[in-house]
């Protein structure tokens, strides 16, 4: 019964998103609240399942903190604090003008050309969202995009299309760049440079055939419009986007250490939990000494509580499947399929190397010894 429920309600949740007249976030947490009471409660009898679901224990253990990575069971709190602070760190650094500055001395750099600011944006987007969530990535660089667009008279569309799949590129990369890899990251201990040696090789082929592609299609309307640009064009300049050259230099050297930090969190042994929190502090601190007490609040008040809420529920809404069961189902047809079929697709193979044949469903057990972390990797 308590399969059948967890399906039912995961289906149903998903229809709903898909539906999209409902807030989002409202409709993972009420699916999760459902699991937790009917699924949990009612069907399994089984208090400890909802105590380990909301997973509240791995703030007090040293794990989280510093060494070692989190349980794939409940609520992924590693990743939910990492988007937060690296919420924050956006925020602060938008305050202090870092990626307009940015956009405009790439458009300075290549004299205000049109189709060379497309290739330098898309490889710029690519590389901000290694390190930074791809959509928080777009918003910024697409409302500055549009604001050059209505200055060198180009159609900005083509240009924020060609950002989006950029920036997703680039955020498949890396651990930090997207939350299914902050996910798996954190839930198999893998490192920055597991990531990179293995999706992002191939996100690295993909974005240059991405930048060819996007350069083929638009080169010609992108350069259209540039002839037809008028001659008495006031371009902007790079400095007028800095209003605080203290908070501007501050928030780009608290970017830059938190780079490095998640570039060498494997040797520090600090999870991307405290990564993300270092994150935070550094950017509040920043604003607060370079603007002031309501600037470093503003900061907290533009976070996206709405998507940190999403991902708690689905968390939840997962759980119901790998408590009951579900998952493991799936996960035992896909073996069987595998053995009888001889032979390991591609995509196995390449999850072998990346997961060291780990099962991200959670179906597996101390008696089951072909399926699990392999410390060595």
Known sequence: MEKILAVAIFVVMFGFIIWDRFPRQWVTLISGALVLALV????????????????????????????????STGINWSTIVFIAGMMVMVEGMAHAGIFQWLCLKIAKLVNYRTVPLLICFMVMSALLAMFIDSITVILF???V????????YFDPVPMILAEIFCANLGGSATMCGD????????????????FLGNTGVIAGVCLVFTVVYFFLCFRKPLAESEKNRPANVVYPDA????KNRAGFYGCGASFLVVVVLLITHAQTELTVATIGCIAAALMSLVTLLTSGR??????????GYKTLLFFTGLFVVVAGLERTGCLGVLAAQRRQGRCDGGHHPVGVRCGQRLCGQYPLCGYHGAGDPGYGPDPRR
Do not use: Y
């Open 40 to 71: 949990f409660g009612l069907c399994m009898h089984d208090g400890g399942a909802i105590w380990e679901t909301l997973n509240l224990s791995c703030f007090a253990q040293k794990g989280f903190w510093i060494g070692s990575s989190e349980s």
């Open 141 to 143: 660089l697409a409302a």
């Open 145 to 152: 995009t549009a604001e050059l667009a209505k200055t060198l």
């Open 179 to 194: 939350p299914p890899n902050i996910i798996i990251g954190t839930s198999l201990g893998l490192s920055f440079f597991d």
């Open 239 to 242: 400095a007028s986007a800095v």
């Open 294 to 303: 309501k600037a470093a609040a503003g900061l907290f008040a533009r976070v």
